[in-house]
C-alpha cells in the first residue's frame, strides 16, 4: 500500500524543488552571446562601410588620374591623325616640295599620335581597344612609309607616282587609323563613364546605411535588455559604441553628398563638354579629311559633299548638335563658353568656304578648289580649319581644368572616409566588449 504524504508535505516539497533554469543559470550564457553579436556586428559595419567608401574613393581617383586622361589621349590620337594625313595630303597638293613648317606639323601630328598610342597599349583594356590600338601601331608604321614614298618620288620628279602613294597615305588613315582611333577614342569613354557611375552610384551606400541603421537598432535593444537583466540604467560602453556609430554615419553621408557634387558638377561642366568637344573635334577633321580626298579624286562624286552636309549640322553650332551642346553646359562666364563662342562663330564661317569648295567641284574647277583648299590667305579653307581646331582644343583645356578641379575635390572628401569607418568600427567593438564584459564579470 502506497503512504500518501500530507498536502502541507507536498506543497513544500513542491517549493523546494529545482526549477528546470533560473535566470542567473541563464543570463551569462545570454551575455556571452550578445557580447559576439555586437562585436561581430561592430567589425560588419567597418568592413561593409569601409569597402563602399573605398570602392568610391577609388573610383573618383582613377576617374580624375587615369579615365579622364586616357580619354582625352585616344581624343588627341584621332585628332593628330587627322590632322596629320590632311596636313601633309595639302602640302603636297600645294607643292611637290612642301615648306619645312607644313612638315614639321605633320611629324609632330605623327609623334603625338604614336605617343599616344603607346601610353594607351602600356594602359590596356578591352580586347576590341587592344585590338584596334594594334591597329593604329601597324597603321601607323604603314602610314609613314607611304608618306615616306611619296617625299622620294616628288623629289625625284615623279609627281604621279608620288600622287598614287599618296592617295595610299590617304587610304590608310581614313580605311584603317581613323576607324580604329575612333574604336579606341569609344572604348575610353565608355571606361570613363563607368567610373563616373560607380564614384557616384547610390546603391551600395543606401545598403551601407541599411546596415548602420540595424547596427543601430541592435545597440537599442541590447541596452534596453541589459538595463532589465541588471538593473543598469546606463551602459557607457554601449552609449559610446552608438555614438561612435552615429558620428560615423553622418560623416560618411556628408562625405558622399558633398563629394557626389562636386564630381556631378565636374562632369556636368567639365568631363561631359569635353566629350562633346572631343567628338565635334572628329568630325571636324572628318570635314577637313573629305574636302582634301576630294580634291585628290577629282571624281565629281557628291558623296562627299553629302557627308559634309550631315557632319557639319552634327557638329553644329545649333540646338542638339555638338558645339550647342557643349556651350549650353558651360558654367555661366566661364572662360570655355568666351571659347566656345569664338568657335561657333568660327565653324559657321568655315562651313561656307566648304561649301564653295563643293561648288567648285560641281564645276570641275579642280585648280581653284585645290587653291581654296591648300592656300593660306584668310579666305582658305586651310586657316578657317586651324583657327577652328585650335578654338577647339582652347575649350577643351579649360574644360578640362573645370573637371579636374571639381572632380579633385570630390575625390578628397571621399579620401578618408574608409579610414573613418574604420576606426568608428573598432572603438565601436572595443565599447561593446567593454560594456558586456562588465557586467558578464558580475556573474563569475
Not at 171 to 182: D, I, K, M, S, T
Not at 221 to 250: C, Y
Not at 285 to 307: E, K, P, Y
Not at 318 to 340: I, K, M, R, T
Amino acid at each position: 500500500m502506497t503512504a500518501t504524504l500530507p498536502a502541507k508535505a507536498t506543497r513544500t516539497a513542491a517549493h523546494r524543488a529545482p526549477r528546470p533554469a533560473s535566470r542567473a543559470l541563464t543570463t551569462p550564457t545570454a551575455l556571452r552571446a550578445l557580447l559576439a553579436g555586437l562585436v561581430l556586428l561592430s567589425l560588419a559595419w567597418g568592413a561593409f562601410g569601409g569597402w563602399v567608401a573605398t570602392q568610391h574613393s577609388s573610383a573618383a581617383d582613377s576617374l580624375v588620374s587615369t579615365d579622364e586622361r586616357l580619354s582625352l589621349d585616344a581624343r588627341e590620337m584621332f585628332q593628330s591623325v587627322g590632322d596629320a594625313d590632311a596636313t601633309i595630303t595639302a602640302a603636297f597638293l600645294a607643292s611637290p616640295r612642301p615648306p619645312r613648317g607644313q612638315l614639321q606639323r605633320y611629324e609632330n601630328d605623327l609623334a603625338t599620335a604614336q605617343r599616344d598610342q603607346s601610353a594607351l597599349q602600356a594602359a590596356g583594356g578591352s580586347p576590341a581597344e587592344v585590338s584596334a590600338l594594334a591597329n593604329v601601331g601597324a597603321g601607323l608604321s604603314a602610314y609613314a612609309g607611304y608618306v615616306g614614298e611619296t617625299t622620294a618620288e616628288y623629289a625625284m620628279g615623279y609627281p604621279l607616282t608620288g600622287g598614287s602613294f599618296l592617295q595610299d597615305a590617304s587610304g590608310e588613315a581614313h580605311l584603317v587609323l581613323l576607324p580604329a582611333a575612333n574604336t579606341v577614342f569609344t572604348q575610353e569613354n565608355d571606361a570613363l563613364n563607368a567610373a563616373s557611375g560607380q564614384a557616384t552610384e547610390l546603391p551600395t551606400l543606401l545598403a551601407a546605411l541599411v546596415l548602420a541603421l540595424v547596427t543601430a537598432f541592435v545597440l537599442y535593444r541590447a541596452q534596453r535588455w541589459l538595463t532589465r537583466r541588471t538593473k543598469r540604467v546606463l551602459s557607457p560602453g554601449l552609449a559610446l559604441a552608438s555614438l561612435l556609430l552615429v558620428i560615423s554615419v553622418v560623416w560618411v553621408a556628408a562625405g558622399f553628398l558633398a563629394a557626389r557634387s562636386d564630381l556631378d558638377g565636374g562632369i556636368a561642366h567639365g568631363s561631359g563638354p569635353v566629350q562633346n568637344l572631343a567628338l565635334a573635334s572628329i568630325g571636324v577633321q572628318q570635314i577637313r579629311g573629305d574636302a582634301v580626298l576630294n580634291v585628290i579624286s577629282r571624281s565629281g562624286s557628291t558623296s562627299f559633299q553629302s557627308d559634309f552636309l550631315a557632319t557639319s549640322k552634327k557638329v553644329g553650332p545649333g540646338n542638339g548638335s555638338l558645339l550647342g551642346d557643349a556651350a549650353a553646359a558651360q558654367q555661366a562666364g566661364g572662360q570655355g563658353s568666351a571659347l566656345l563662342s569664338t568657335a561657333e562663330q568660327d565653324a559657321t564661317a568655315w562651313y561656307a568656304a566648304n561649301n564653295q569648295v563643293y561648288l567648285l567641284n560641281t564645276k570641275s574647277d579642280y585648280a581653284a578648289e585645290r587653291d581654296l583648299i591648300v592656300g593660306s590667305g584668310a579666305g582658305s579653307t586651310g586657316t578657317a580649319y586651324t583657327g577652328l581646331e585650335s578654338d577647339i582644343t582652347s575649350a577643351i583645356r579649360a574644360d578640362q581644368a573645370v573637371f579636374d578641379s571639381a572632380a579633385t575635390k570630390g575625390a578628397n572628401a571621399l579620401d578618408p572616409l574608409a579610414g573613418v569607418v574604420i576606426a568608428a568600427s573598432l572603438l565601436m567593438a572595443a565599447g561593446c566588449a567593454w560594456a558586456v564584459s562588465r557586467r558578464l564579470a558580475e556573474y563569475r
